[in-house]
């Protein structure tokens, strides 16, 4: 190979070989791509791109030999040759894509800086139709999604080589193809569509002394074109047509150049003169600031005066939709510290400006005609009614924001400019509390909105919604008897028909009327958004939605403006019973688009958002109470109407002035209906609605072969999740120092710890499961919000604990649920689920943050060591003369310090336990299990027995006997325990979990090696791994003084506790229960046949087997009628959601078999051997037996209640099936006499039901 390589490197450039050697040299070296040997790979590699040609008609992608080495890249294992692949393959439209994808994420630093060296040699900025000015032609042009990939990846690169090869790559992109001129640069990368990505090219020309922004500054003042700089541009003579007032050379890209230049010498300003007054030396003092001046006096010749900057913003504004992007430059450029806005003829023009810019429609709302106008980079930014994204709107109020101030004390006086004019604007659109349901145009309502929703965003939270500002003339709000008035002054005359001894009294009442005609944040949104929730469009709606949440998120905001927030929002949250007024019918029709079931879904995506946002605020309890009475409100608000329409509906009474006969006529009633029942408390609040809305993510729909998309509402219930769990700690220091300093305000409340469990287990199933695969961003905001937690579990302080209590609480239950998902992506080829994977990284994480908070622990305790020492050096003189005999005492101090870390340690202790019990049941389950196959064999025979023993297995909480899942959770479970407890940690253990480890550690090493072992569902390594750690806890006891090992009789109370806590885990067959799609929410379930609104590589079930839907036979409509009849029924029998509720909830029955007690005490008693541990071995038999009996009885309730997520409702006749009145009844008994005999248990269910603690 090296010889070939030699030949072909010293042949001339004008020398070919010939046809047939040609193809001989390209079919051997081809052959040697597989070569085992990696260093005949890269010569291999290096040898065809030397030797093979580029035929002009076939593209590299197409061609043989090149096709071979871009499918070596991607299985290539060695670094080596993957840089040579990227280095030499030759580039063109139908390679360069492929190189990249593959490339592009290669995890060695070697292959990624030879990809960017690459790309500079061979790769251009943009292709001659791009950029008519390009310099350098010959080269592979980029797309601009390309270029802006390889800068924003390889400008933020960690490794520097990489990060410097990319450099290289901006450098020459800059130098050649730009020539030098950053405007063109700038225009490349789209400032419209990436402006992180501009800012970040242009810091980096400026680090690596290509472009220095002052010197760019003064350099455009001093230039002769008109528009070089704002001031040039003040000061040029204005036309009469106002698109000819605005220069060509006047693009998007020079505007963001302006403005990133001017923020930047504005920066160096300002740091130049704080750097001045802190120097000592005199010299330095005086160079800072005398750079300080430089820059300010190349600021002022770069930019006109503050009045001559709002008239030309309006200027450009005024030139038409195609310079409205620049026109929302120069405005953020405006509001620069530069500009002095405390002068009143400035601050006057200003106001005039905004009052053009906000209330004309012809500048706020002016359209364009164009077709393509929404499209990005051609200059136009559309305005909020015009389909925009609310951009230009924001740039408005920034320029207000400078002017007027905003946040703290001057965002009242923003609140009093603005208000007036936004109210004169939805006055001239004819948007009002009379039109905004139904009449206001869609696009005026969203301006009006849009504008008042983020005016209440600039003024800040500090002003409340009392704030108010003056009415314009002739409008007047709702609610004042204004209206009243003014109809009188019109009927009855001026105020000069009067005699003339009234006059005095008129101008009071003049003076009174100017007074209250006043409007408030509050009145205002009640104005315009109040009506908006029974809009036409869902986009109106969402607006709406968004004003009143803004509006509760202010000071003040608790007493009225947050229930009020709420009553719009309850009708649109997925409640029992709640459905939306505008679209009852839930999903999407199958007529219906993707693009239009998500439009749909706006509203209830606001109203999600919004009580996440409110829940951050103001404590999730307090908004779970204020929306749980709500709910009661509009429930007893819908009995009343349907009362009264019972009764008009008979003649009894007239409503609305329609008579009886003319209201039966106009709204007939169904037969049948019942009255609205108000869902139960227990099912509304912030933590179950956003559980209802991700459990699609987690498990599979019914009648579908995937989970629900991460779209849509789904989405954002589980940021929620992420955004609630990563807060909890804050808020609970905030609830703290509220019950500290109750006197100075209403009190705060945090979300329960066992609501945050559920919540981080709900984040920890989402990280693998298959739903979030295709969405990459959601996923990161998920190990974001995990990463923080553990961040905060490292803490030695009482939050860490509160963290590593929450991340031991949540361990089990996500790892019982994770049986149910697939292995995630890179598991090994054996995993049977996802469990493994899940229960390792918990663990390792949950091990690492205890270990790092025992090591803290014991930094911040240096003091305490010393001071023992000191003490037992004291006690050495006169140890003879104690009363003891001379026996040392255990200094207080180091039992205090083996007491702090002691509670460090304490929630991965605890988990240790809980895991070693798990185990040990599991064994236990198995062998009874075993044991009453066995005995049916014996007594039944072949038939009856195998009956039996499967009836005897399903009662069990794991089936280990051939579910795979379960036999890798419980092989698992042997892996744990040292990941747990680290060395550091099990060194911070107290004595009482040694010896309760030691204790349970022995026992589950029994269990293991006699039920677990033999039948292979644990492997002799993880054994091994038990055993290790058990050792090293014996020693570590031993060592321990003070710490002796459990007894049998204390042993009991423990196991009870742990049996209760692991008696309300989910089950297997809950777990792995599917969940009943909601055509409202899910997007993944919308009736017809729509595929696009199927989860990505999922199909529907065909036919009518085990939870499929008969999608063939069955129209949209019956579906829907069905639906919603499910629903109703669910409703009136006690309120259960559609989705089946995964938290543990623990039942007892009554009805236990007889015989069940014997089979439990001849099993543990076949299963008996004569250790230590046995009287305790039965105390574990006889609770796994009661818990077993309870786990059965329930199942067989359920059983009899309703048909099972795997059964169809058609499975069993309508005589046969218990009703569901019946069930809801015996459950509430089951559970009344549970909580009568059991309080631990008791507590546990009413925590896993969301009851306050």
Known sequence: MELILAVLR??????????????????????????????????????????????????????????????????????????????????????????????????????????????????????????????????????PQMRRELLWTGLQEGRLEVRKAAQELLGKWFVEDAAGDVTRLVAALGPQESPELCDLVLDQLAQLQHWQPQAWLQAAADAADPGASPRALAAAAVPAAAASAIPAALTPARAYVWLH??????????????????????????????????????????????????????????????????????????????????????????????????????????????????????????????????????????????????????????????????????????????TADTEAPEGAMLQVLGYLRLLMVRAGASVSPAASAPLPPGIYAAGTGNEAAAGTDQAGGGPGDGDGDQGEEEEEEEEEEEVERRISLEQAVRKLAGHAGRHAS?????????????????????????????????????????????????????????????????????AVQGLVDLSLLWGEPVVTAALRRAVAAAAGAAQVAAVTERMAAVGVMAVDGVDGGAATAMAPTEEGAQPAVPPPQAAVGVVQILLQLTEGLVRKLQGYDDYAEAAGPAADALLGCARLAAQWGSQQRLAAYSRQHQARGAGFSATAA???ELLLVRLQLARVSPALEQQPQLLAVVHMALGSVRELAAQPNAGGAAYRQLLAAAFLPAARCAMALPPPPGAAATAKCAAPELMEGMARELGAASAAAADAAAAQLPDIDEDAEDENEAEDDDVGSRPDGGVRQQPHQHSQRQQRLAEVAAAA????????????????????????????????????????????????????????????????????????????????????????????????VRFAETELRPDKVVTEAALRKLRDLVEDVENTRQERAGSAALTEEDAAPL??????????????????????????????????????????????????????????????????????ATRSKAAATGGRTRRNDLRPVREDDDEEDEDDGDEGGDAASAGDDSSDDGDAVDVVRKRGKAAEAAAGSKARGAAAAKPSSSQTSAAAPAGERRSSRAAAAKAAEKMQVLKDNDKVAARLVRLSQGEAR
Not at 548 to 564: F, I, K, S, Y
Not at 965 to 980: F, I
Not at 1089 to 1103: M, T
């Open 10 to 143: 010293g042949l001339p450039g004008d020398v070919e070989l010939d046809e047939e050697s040609a193809k001989t040299a390209v079919k051997h070296l081809q052959e040697h791509l597989n070569d085992k040997d990696a260093k005949a790979r890269e010569l291999a590699v290096v040898a065809l791109c030397k030797l093979v040609t580029i035929q002009e008609d076939v593209p590299v992608a197409e061609h043989a030999p090149f096709k071979a080495i871009i499918d070596l890249l991607e299985v290539e294992t060695n670094k080596e040759v993957r840089a040579a692949v990227v280095s030499r393959l030759p580039l063109d439209g139908s390679s360069l894509p492929l190189l990249l994808a593959r490339g592009g994420g290669d995890d060695t630093a070697l292959v990624g800086q030879q990809l960017y060296l690459r790309l500079r040699q061979d790769l251009a900025l943009a292709s001659p139709e791009e950029d008519e000015g390009q310099v350098g032609s010959g080269r592979v042009a980029a797309s």
């Open 1055 to 1124: 196991l009870e506790a742990l049996l209760a806590r692991l008696a309300v885990l989910p089950s297997q067959a809950q777990v792995t229960a599917e969940v009943e799609a909601d055509e409202t929410w899910d997007l993944t379930s919308g009736s017809g046949g729509d595929q696009a609104q199927q989860p990505a590589g999922s199909s529907r079930r065909s036919g009518g087997g085990s939870g499929s839907r008969a999608t063939k036979s069955t129209s949209t409509a019956a579906t829907g009628r069905a639906t919603r």
């Open 754 to 756: 066992e609501l945050a």
């Open 261 to 434: 230049a001017c923020r930047q010498v504005d920066q160096l300003v300002r740091s130049s003169g704080q750097a001045a007054a802190t120097r000592m030396a005199a010299s330095a003092a005086q160079a800072e600031a005398s750079a300080g001046a430089q820059a300010e006096a190349a600021l002022d010749a770069f930019l006109p005066s503050a009045a001559d900057m709002a008239q030309l913003c309006l200027r450009v504004a005024q030139a038409g939709p195609a310079h409205r992007y620049v026109a929302s430059v120069l405005l953020q450029l405006s509001a620069l510290p530069a500009f002095n806005w405390v002068d009143a003829a400035s601050r006057a023009v200003a106001v005039e400006v905004l009052q053009q810019l906000i209330a004309a429609p012809a500048v706020s709302m002016m359209a364009d005609e164009t077709s393509g106008s929404n499209g990005s980079g051609n200059g136009r930014l559309p305005p909020l009614g015009c389909g925009g994204g609310g951009h230009w709107e924001d740039a408005v109020l920034t320029l207000a924001t400078a002017v007027l101030g905003g946040g703290g004390s001057g965002g009242g006086a923003l609140v009093e400019a603005c208000l007036p004019l936004i109210l004169s604007l939805a006055e001239q659109l004819s948007v009002n509390q009379e």
């Open 538 to 606: 869902p986009a109106v709606r969402a607006a709406a939605v968004r004003c009143h949440v803004v509006l509760a998120l202010r000071d003040g905001g608790l007493e009225r403006a947050l229930p009020a927030a709420l009553s719009v929002m309850a009708p649109l949250l997925p409640l029992p019973g709640a459905r939306d007024s505008r679209n009852s019918s839930g999903g999407a029709s199958a007529a219906q688009s993707r693009k239009e079931a998500e439009w749909q879904q706006l509203p209830r995506r606001a």
């Open 909 to 1004: 202790a605890q988990l240790g336990k809980m895991v070693l019990e798990e185990l040990a049941l599991v064994a236990i389950e198995r062998d009874e299990a075993a044991g009453a196959g066995s005995e049916a064999d014996a007594s039944q025979g072949g038939g009856g027995s195998k009956r039996a023993g499967t009836s005897r297995r399903r009662r069990s909480p794991l089936d280990t006997h051939g579910d795979k899942a379960a036999q890798a959770y419980t092989e698992e479970l042997c892996k744990l325990p040292s990941l747990l407890l680290p060395a550091p940690v099990l060194m911070a253990v107290g004595g009482d979990d040694l010896a309760a480890l030691g204790f349970l550690g022995r026992r589950a």
